[in-house]
T-cell receptor, first 119, second 109 residues
Framework: GAVVSQHPSWVICKSGTSVKIECRSL??????MFWYRQFPKQSLMLMAT?????????EQGVEKDKFLINHASLTLSTLTVTSAHPEDSSFYIC???????????????FGSGTRLTVV | GENVEQHPSTLSVQEGDSAVIKCTYS??????FPWYKQELGKRPQLIID?????GEKKDQRIAVTLNKTAKHFSLHITETQPEDSAVYFC????????FGAGTRLTVKP
């Protein structure tokens, strides 16, 4: 089945630094990838939709200058948390849809997630 | 955009009993409704899904029903077991996926 690889699985960084999270589709091409954030005991909140070769679409309330998304190839999307602060500590998870799903999200595949802790 | 509401937020049942979790969605264009089980710190695991052209789907002890007119769908787990204890999320999708708030299910032995 479709596999989405996400790295790192966890990261600790100092306040004010930047952290990059990578999401790769291993056995399919993903023209679109999605980035979610999940705070403890809460649901997954869609942050942005990443489209290969174009600018990401951000959800309302998500700062595009703080959460930089790059989707330079059909298999790789990156999320960079810039000038991280403790309140950015969260579980970040990406997802992608393999092709041929008939215009639905059937087959939505999640990465393994990244636990970010900002100290 | 799509808004998904999920109830209850917590559910405690006795082993062997049934559990039902309900969700409503706002966008009539949504055409795919998966249910996920999530362990702490891990990715959501798809347990069952249904497309908008189907009213009901069953997989062993798990079933999902969809009422497009009322814009609600439900997860039914029968003969619950302690290992069913987890957080369950419903979602609705046109292309991107929006999640409900989650239900913490506890199955007591």
């Amino acid at each position: 089945g479709a596999v989405v690889s996400q790295h790192p699985s966890w990261v600790i960084c100092k306040s004010g630094t930047s952290v990059k999270i990578e999401c790769r589709s291993l056995d399919f091409q993903a023209t679109t990838m999605f980035w979610y954030r999940q705070f403890p005991k809460q649901s997954l909140m869609l942050m942005a939709t990443s489209n290969e070769g174009s600018k990401a679409t951000y959800e309302q309330g998500v700062e595009k200058d703080k959460f930089l998304i790059n989707h330079a190839s059909l298999t790789l999307s990156t999320l960079t948390v810039t000038s991280a602060h403790p309140e950015d500590s969260s579980f970040y998870i990406c997802s992608a849809i393999p092709g041929g799903t008939g215009g639905t999200a059937y087959g939505y595949t999640f990465g393994s997630g990244t636990r970010l802790t900002v100290v | 955009g799509e808004n998904v509401e999920q109830h209850p937020s917590t559910l405690s049942v006795q082993e062997g009993d049934s559990a039902v979790i309900k969700c409503t969605y706002s966008d009539s264009a949504s055409n795919y409704f998966p249910w996920y089980k999530q362990e702490l710190g891990k990715r959501p695991q798809l347990i069952i899904d249904i497309r908008s052209n189907v009213g009901e789907k069953k997989d062993q002890r798990i079933a999902v029903t969809l009422n497009k007119t009322a814009k609600h769908f439900s997860l039914h787990i029968t003969e619950t077991q302690p290992e069913d204890s987890a957080v369950y999320f419903c979602a609705a999708s046109i292309y991107d996926m929006r999640f409900g708030a989650g239900t913490r299910l506890t199955v007591k032995p």
